[in-house]
């Protein structure tokens, strides 16, 4: 079939709603920036898991260490599930682990952000996972079938880690006077960087154009912005903590909360690596990796073996 045809038939997937799947023809624009997107999101999630992993074994309770490590197990989960969506456009694992030590693919600029106290573990689950689940349920309707089917089991997780969140919250909330402060010390910490978690404001988005018309973003970075500020306000109401912005505000005109300046300059900041934490989260992450690697060699060692094996058996 010759490429007019293959790209008409490729609209008019996307114009009837369709799924694009790894064997179907597919523009290389959609590929890369697909490939872009998928290994930013596994990034994320296991360089998320540094953040609240450091508190495992400083939990308050077995209950608050079991929950944690179920958290913790899931994003780690979660990183293989989009791996896996993103090896299907052809680019492997270790090489997207390799961009990802080289800085040359991303990963989600909240987590260079430090997490000092047991309360940030409660409010990265109320914000950031909360935050993660208003980005993540437009993705499970993304044109790209792999990506858009992993989005359905991450977001069934992540609502229990947005849940396990707003509890501890509400927990330390109502505890004692230092217990509250702490709480509302760490909420302080995580609204703004949470707000940034969307991306930059839609004006300043070079990408969200082609991948709203390719069906892969379903709504703008700032109304997925307004729809989490609109979840957040109330919710703040019932922990009894305050959200660190003093313009925000109901607006019965346009049904929305209208919120302050968000500081774009920090955001760009981290991006370029001049964050809180970020040197230090690609170092364990390096080291994580290069602790594994005897792991990575078993495991080839014994499906080689395995293959010559049933080599073997075939003969
Ligand atoms: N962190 C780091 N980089 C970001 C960013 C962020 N929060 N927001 C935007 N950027 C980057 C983009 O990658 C792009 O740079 P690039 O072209 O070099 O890749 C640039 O800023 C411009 O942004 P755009 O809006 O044009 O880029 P996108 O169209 O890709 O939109 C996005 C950005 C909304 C983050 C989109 O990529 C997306 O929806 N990704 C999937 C969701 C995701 O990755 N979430 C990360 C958190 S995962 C998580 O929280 C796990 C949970 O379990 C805790």
Same mark, same amino acid.
């Given at each position: ?12 997937? &996307? +114009?009837?709603?369709?799924?694009? #799947?790894?064997?179907?023809?597919? /523009? @290389? =624009?959609?590929?890369? *920036?697909?490939?872009?997107? &998928? +290994?930013?999101?596994?990034?994320? #999630?296991?360089?998320?898991?540094? /953040? @609240? =992993?450091?508190?495992? *074994? ?18 780690? =989960? ?238």
């Amino acid at each position: 079939m010759d490429a007019t045809r293959q790209q008409a038939d490729f609209d008019a997937l &996307i +114009a009837s709603d369709g799924r694009v #799947e790894p064997r179907d023809w597919m /523009p @290389e =624009g959609y590929r890369k *920036t697909l490939i872009r997107q &998928i +290994a930013q999101h596994a990034h994320s #999630e296991i360089i998320g898991m540094q /953040p @609240e =992993g450091n508190w495992i *074994t400083r939990a308050p309770s077995l209950r608050r260490k079991a929950i944690l490590l179920a958290k913790v197990q899931d994003e780690a =989960g979660h990183g293989l599930y989009l791996y896996s969506a993103a090896e299907t456009l052809g680019m492997s694992r270790e090489e997207m682990l390799d961009l990802l030590h080289a800085g040359r693919q991303r990963y989600s600029s909240i987590f260079n952000y430090p997490t000092p106290t047991w309360a940030d573990v409660a409010a990265i689950g109320w914000l950031v996972d909360g935050a993660a689940i208003t980005n993540q349920v437009p993705l499970t309707r993304c044109s790209y079938g792999p990506y858009a089917r992993a989005m359905i089991r991450i977001c069934k997780e992540e609502s229990f880690h947005q849940r396990q969140g707003f509890e501890s919250l509400l927990q330390l909330s109502n505890g004692t006077p230092e217990q509250h402060e702490m709480a509302q010390d760490a909420v302080n910490r995580w609204w703004w960087p949470s707000l940034m978690m969307f991306g930059p404001p839609d004006d300043d988005s070079p990408n969200s154009a082609q991948s709203t018309a390719w069906g892969i973003k379903r709504f703008s970075n700032d109304e997925l912005r307004q729809r989490f500020v609109d979840i957040c306000v109330p919710q703040a109401e019932t922990l009894g903590l305050t959200l660190p912005d003093p313009d925000l505000v109901w607006n019965a005109e346009r049904g929305h909360y209208d919120y302050g300046v968000i500081d774009w300059t920090e955001f760009q900041q981290v991006l370029k690596g001049n964050g809180p934490c970020n040197r230090q989260r690609i170092a364990v992450r390096r080291q994580a990796h290069s602790d594994g690697a005897w792991v990575r060699e078993a495991a080839a060692a014994y499906a080689a073996k395995k293959q010559a094996a049933a080599v073997t058996e075939a003969a």
